[in-house]
C-alpha cells in the first residue's frame, strides 16, 4: 500500500519536479543590444530556443490566456517606448486547450523601438518576460532576464511625454504579415471552459453533501468526530486530527480524479462525448447505479480492502489517520460509488481536468463537516438521528439517476439519427420516473430497506409537491411545448414524431419550396449542405446564417430553444436569413471518392471519411475555432460579414443574440449596395 502511495504522490507532483529540475537557462538564451540612428533606436534580443521547446508571441490572440512574450522598459524621461517587433509566430488550434496558439520556436529576434529624447548617452534598463513551454504542453514558471544598456545621446531629439508614450504606443507589429486572424473566432473558449468547471464544482460539492446524507455516511459523523476528540490528549489535537482525517479524505478523492485524467488524457474524454459507445454504456452504467440505490442490491468493494484499511488504520499517527479515511471510503463505496461514478461520467463530457475538480467539490463537502464538528462539537446534538429518511434520500438520488441515464442514451441515438428515443418517447418515460417517484414521496409505494410511514415529513411532502409540480410541467412537451426549463436534455423540437406539434396545421410559410432544404430548430427550414445553401441564399439574395452545431451539443440545444424562438429574433431567421446547419458530429459516411487526410495546422492532420468531418475541418481551418455552437453571417458573394462570430457564451441571451442578427443585416445591405 505503500508504494501504491508513492506512486500516486509521484503523479501529482511530478509537473512541480519537472519545473524545479530545468533551468530556463538552459533553455531560452537571449542576448540584448541596441541598433541606433540619430534619435531612433531598437532594444534588440536576440533569441535562442532548444528544439522541443516553444515561447508565446506577443501578439496574441484576443482573450487569450497565454503569457505574453515582451520587452519591457522601465520608464525614463530620455526616451518614449513605441511598438514591438517580432517575426510572424506559429498559430495553430489546440485540440486539448481548444484554442488558438500563438508561439515561436529556434533561433528569433524581437526588437522594442524607442525614440531618444536626450542629447547626452544614459543607462537603459528593463526586463525580458516569457515563459516557455515543452511540445507536451509543459511549461515552466515565468521567468524575466534583466537588460542593462549604454544608448548614446542624439543631437536631434523629439520631446515626448514617455508615459504617455507607453500607454498609448506598445503594439506589436508582425514583421512578416501573414493570414488575418479572426479574433472573434479566437473568442477565448477558455472562458467558456472556465464557467463549465464552475459547473462542475458546484455540482459536485452538491452531490458531496447529498452523499453525506446517506446511510452509509451520515452515522459515521458522531461516532468519527467522537474518536478524535475523546482519544486525543487536547480539544485542539481532537481538532488538528479530524482537520487531517478531512484533507485525507480530500486527498483519496481528488487522487481518483487524477488518475482517471491521466489514464484518459485531457482531450479524449471530451473526444468520447459524441462517441455512441460510450454513452450506450454510460447509460447501463447509471441505471445499474440507480437500480443498486433504489435497493435491488448493494455495489460493494472486496471485503479483503476493507480489512486491511482497517488494519492500517490502527497504527496511528498521521499515516492512520489516512487510512482512517481510506476505511471510510470503502465502506461507504455502495452509496458513494454510484456518485462518484456519475461526477466522473458527467466530467467525462466536459473533459479537461474536470475529473480532477468534481472529485474535490465531491470531498470537499463530504469532508466539511468532519472538521466542523470536531471544532464544534456541541453541534453533533442538533444533528438528526439516524433513521429511515436517510434511505429515502438514497432512493431520491436512484430516480434522479435513472432519468440522467436516458439523456446519454438519447446522445447515442442523436449521433446516429436512428430516432429510436425521440422527443416524446424521452419526456413520456421521464414523466414516468418522476411520477412514480411523486407517488413514492407521498408514501403510496414502499421499496426495500423503506422503514413503515405513519405520517409524512414536512420536508417530504414539499419535496413530493415540487416533484408533482415538475411532472405536470413536462406534460405539455409531449404537445409541443419547449420547456426551456430543461433545454439541452431532452431531444430538440425537429427530433420528434410530429416536429409541428399534433394538432399544428403550420405551413412554415412557403420554406418548403426547395427540396434540399430540412425541418431545423424552431420549426425554421435549414439546410444540412454548405454549398447548396449558399446557392439558394444568392438566388433570394439572403445573408447565409452559418450554424456549426452537433447532435449531441447540449449548449446548441439551449441556444436553439431558448433564445432562437424568441419575439424579434425567430422573425429575422426565420425570414430574412438562410440557414444551415452544419453538425461536426454527422456520423454519415462520405463517397469513397471524398476521403483525405487534410493538414488543419503545421504538422497536424485530420482524417475526412465523414461529413461531420468535413464541416469539422471547415470550422477549424476557415473559422480558427473548434467549439459548438458556434455562428457566422456570410454575405452576398459568400464572403465572411466583418462582425465576428455569435456563441452561446457571449450571445446565449435575446438582446446581444438580436444585436448581433441585426447589426449583419446592415453589413449584408450595405455589401449588397456596392454590388449593385
Given amino acids: ?254 487522487i481518483l480524479g487524477t488518475i482517471v485524467t491521466t489514464i484518459f488524457g485531457p482531450s479524449a474524454l471530451n473526444a468520447l462525448s459524441t462517441n455512441v459507445w460510450f454513452n450506450v454504456i454510460f447509460f447501463l452504467l447509471l441505471v445499474i447505479f440507480a437500480v443498486s440505490f433504489l435497493g435491488a442490491f448493494e455495489i460493494m468493494l472486496p471485503s479483503s480492502w476493507q480489512n486491511k484499511a482497517d488494519q492500517a488504520s490502527d497504527k496511528g499517527g498521521y499515516l492512520g489517520i489516512f487510512f482512517m479515511a481510506l476505511a471510510l471510503a470503502l465502506v461507504s463505496f455502495s452509496c458513494t460509488g454510484p456518485i462518484v461514478g456519475t461526477l466522473l461520467v458527467e466530467s467525462a463530457t466536459i473533459g479537461g481536468i474536470a475529473p480532477f475538480v468534481g472529485m474535490f467539490g465531491f470531498s470537499l463537502a ?76 407521498f408514501g403510496f409505494i414502499r421499496l426495500p430497506h423503506d422503514s413503515p410511514i405513519e405520517k409524512l415529513s414536512v420536508g417530504r411532502t414539499m419535496l413530493g409537491t415540487l416533484t408533482l409540480i415538475f411532472v405536470i410541467y413536462l406534460i405539455p412537451g409531449m404537445w409541443g411545448a419547449q420547456l426551456k426549463l430543461i433545454s439541452g436534455f431532452p431531444p430538440p423540437l ?38 447548396k445553401a449558399e446557392a439558394y441564399a444568392k438566388e433570394v439574395n439572403k445573408p447565409l446564417f452559418v450554424d456549426f452545431t452537433g447532435h449531441a451539443c447540449v449548449n446548441c440545444r439551449k441556444m436553439e430553444e431558448k433564445v432562437w424562438g424568441e419575439p424579434g429574433i425567430i422573425e429575422i431567421l426565420r425570414d430574412k436569413m438562410v440557414i444551415v446547419s452544419l453538425y461536426v458530429d454527422e456520423k454519415t459516411p462520405l463517397p469513397a471518392s471524398e476521403h483525405k487526410v487534410l493538414e488543419y495546422a503545421p504538422g497536424k492532420t485530420m482524417k475526412i471519411t465523414q461529413v461531420g468531418h468535413k464541416w469539422s475541418y471547415l470550422q477549424t481551418t476557415r473559422f480558427k475555432s473548434n467549439t459548438q455552437p458556434y455562428y457566422r453571417l456570410l454575405g452576398p458573394k459568400g464572403e465572411d460579414l466583418d462582425i465576428g462570430s455569435a456563441d452561446y457564451e457571449h450571445h446565449g441571451n435575446t438582446e446581444d443574440f438580436k444585436a448581433w442578427l441585426e447589426k449583419g443585416l446592415g453589413e449584408y445591405n450595405k455589401a449588397s449596395d456596392k454590388n449593385k
Wanted: aromatic share 10%; net charge positive; glycine share 6%.
Fill in 366 to 441: 463530504l469532508a466539511l463537516p468532519f472538521a466542523l464538528f470536531a471544532a464544534f462539537p456541541g453541534w453533533l446534538n442538533t444533528l438528526p438521528k439516524s433513521g429511515g429518511w436517510l434511505n429515502t434520500v438514497k432512493v431520491f438520488l436512484g430516480f434522479l439517476e435513472l432519468a440522467l441515464a436516458f439523456k446519454f442514451l438519447s446522445n447515442a441515438d442523436l449521433v446516429v439519427q436512428g430516432h429510436f428515443l425521440e422527443r416524446e418517447l424521452f419526456l413520456a418515460i421521464w414523466i414516468g420516473i418522476f411520477g412514480v417517484l411523486t407517488i413514492y414521496l
Fill in 494 to 531: 425537429s427530433y420528434s414524431e410530429s416536429p409541428l406539434g399534433f394538432t399544428s396545421a403550420q405551413n412554415n410559410q412557403g420554406q418548403t419550396e426547395n427540396k434540399d432544404m430540412h425541418l431545423g430548430p424552431q420549426n425554421i427550414m435549414v439546410f444540412h449542405d454548405l454549398d
Fill in 1 to 254: 500500500m505503500k508504494k501504491i502511495l508513492c506512486v500516486l504522490l509521484l503523479c501529482l507532483n511530478v509537473s512541480m519536479f519537472f519545473s524545479q529540475n530545468i533551468n530556463h537557462e538552459d533553455v531560452v538564451k537571449v542576448k540584448f543590444s541596441i541598433e541606433q540612428k540619430e534619435n531612433e533606436a531598437f532594444v534588440v534580443a536576440k533569441i535562442t530556443i532548444i528544439p522541443g521547446w516553444h515561447i508565446n508571441s506577443f501578439k496574441l490572440p484576443k482573450n487569450s490566456y497565454a503569457i505574453q512574450t515582451d520587452i519591457k522598459l522601465n520608464p525614463q524621461a530620455n526616451f518614449a517606448i513605441k511598438e514591438l517587433i517580432e517575426p510572424k509566430p506559429n498559430q495553430y488550434i489546440d485540440e486539448d486547450l481548444g484554442d488558438m496558439q500563438s508561439h515561436h520556436k529556434g533561433s528569433l529576434v524581437m526588437k522594442r523601438k524607442i525614440l531618444i529624447n536626450s542629447v547626452t548617452d544614459f543607462k537603459l534598463t528593463g526586463v525580458f518576460s516569457f515563459q516557455v513551454c515543452d511540445e507536451a504542453g509543459k511549461c515552466l514558471m515565468p521567468h524575466e532576464y534583466p537588460i542593462s544598456l549604454k544608448v548614446k545621446g542624439s543631437a536631434i531629439v523629439t520631446p515626448v511625454d514617455s508615459t504617455t508614450a507607453v500607454s498609448k504606443d506598445t503594439n506589436s507589429i508582425i514583421a512578416d504579415q501573414g493570414t488575418k486572424i479572426d479574433n472573434a473566432s479566437t473568442k477565448s473558449p477558455k472562458k467558456e471552459s472556465k464557467k463549465s468547471m464552475l459547473l462542475i464544482f458546484v455540482i459536485s460539492f452538491l452531490s458531496g453533501f447529498a452523499a453525506l446524507l446517506t446511510p452509509c455516511v451520515f452515522p459515521m459523523i458522531p461516532m468519527t468526530v467522537s474518536y478524535f476528540t475523546k482519544n486525543s490528549k487536547s480539544r485542539a489535537a481532537g481538532i488538528r486530527n479530524a482537520i487531517l482525517y478531512g484533507l485525507s479524505i480530500i486527498a483519496i478523492y481528488v
